[in-house]
């Protein structure tokens, strides 16, 4: 049997490794399939495939977006979109821009808490990122002496409502949907945990979802009957993966441990060609 880990981030958003450092770490886990869902951007996807087939490994392009669910913030995974979409590019480079503005807020909510933090050092540092986000910032607050470690970095600064957090700007759930739609490829809720009432994940259906992250760090053993009981009542599809970012232990003890078999991205991939033929 086949593992896929369906969810994991490479340095082209906030994970910490490269392709080439994260192809021989899925090796070393025993995963035969990987799924790249970066955050808001697809350049860690296109970089990953020209690893495809190395070591025998299968990887497959994702994305991770962020859309707002009636004010809150929920994240949609794509797969098998195709990136060349004019919607999805006009979309990436527009978030890519929110991100910018939110970094800068947030370095000015710092500054006003005694913790100086240069936006140009820190866009210059992190170029290899095409979505500097939160994660960069807390490295640079650690590594500034400001706090110990990243968690303390989120816990007291950066989390949210936290003194130096903004809230990200995003699109209406529905739009997300339909433009990983528009781009031929198919959507998951992303880690849905305690946080989603059946009545939010049936709306969510009828916007037009694929299925649901069933398997991820953050769910138990109940989350898992939950939503796999869901999938199977509405007629949908059930992905999985680590959310591996590289900078905990617990990443590097997750990753090869949550996955899909080999049947599931079968699954995927008939769903996506049936999509395909009716066009």
């Known amino acids: 049997m086949l593992k896929a880990d369906l969810h994991i981030h490479t340095s082209y958003s906030d994970g910490k490794l490269n392709p080439a450092e994260i192809i021989n770490l899925a090796k070393e886990k025993g995963l035969g399939i990987i799924g790249v869902t970066d955050h808001d951007n697809i350049e860690g ?4 495939l020209e690893h495809n087939g190395k070591h025998g490994i299968e990887v497959i ?5 962020s859309a707002d669910f009636h004010g809150k913030e929920i994240h949609l995974l794509g797969y098998f979109m195709n990136f060349k979409n004019p919607a999805l590019v006009e979309h990436l480079k527009l978030i890519k821009n929110l991100r910018i503005r939110r970094i ?4 000015g909510k710092l500054k006003n808490l005694g913790v100086n933090i240069n936006s140009e050092a820190l866009f210059e540092k992190y170029s290899s990122s095409f979505s500097v986000g939160r994660p960069h910032l807390a490295n640079e607050i650690v590594e500034k002496g ?10 007291r ?3 949210d409502n936290k003194p130096a957090f903004v809230k990200k700007d995003n699109l209406n759930f529905e739009i997300i949907i339909e433009l990983i739609k528009v781009s031929g490829g198919l959507s998951f809720v992303a880690h849905p945990g305690s946080y989603f009432r059946e009545s939010a994940l049936v709306e969510l259906k009828k916007a037009g979802i694929n299925g649901i992250e069933v398997y991820h760090p953050s769910h138990n053993d109940s ?3 939950k939503y796999m009981k869901f999938v199977k009542e509405h007629n949908l599809l ?3 993966g680590s959310d591996f970012h590289g900078y905990s232990e617990y990443d590097y003890y997750n990753i090869g441990r949550f996955f899909v078999d080999e049947d599931v991205i079968k699954q995927l991939k008939e769903k996506v ?5 009716k066009k």
């Not at 392009?61 to 977006?65: C, D, K, N, T, V």
């Not at 800068?104 to 370095?107: A, F, L, S, Y």
């Not at 400001?146 to 816990?155: D, G, H, R």
Request: hydrophobic share 40%; net charge positive.
């Open 45 to 48: 996807s296109q970089a990953m």
């Open 61 to 65: 392009p994702g994305i991770e977006l």
């Open 104 to 107: 800068d807020k947030m370095i």
């Open 146 to 155: 400001y706090v110990k470690n990243f968690q303390t970095a989120f816990n």
């Open 157 to 159: 600064y950066l989390g």
């Open 223 to 225: 989350h898992n009957k």
């Open 238 to 240: 059930a992905v999985g």
């Open 273 to 277: 060609k049936s999509i395909k033929n």
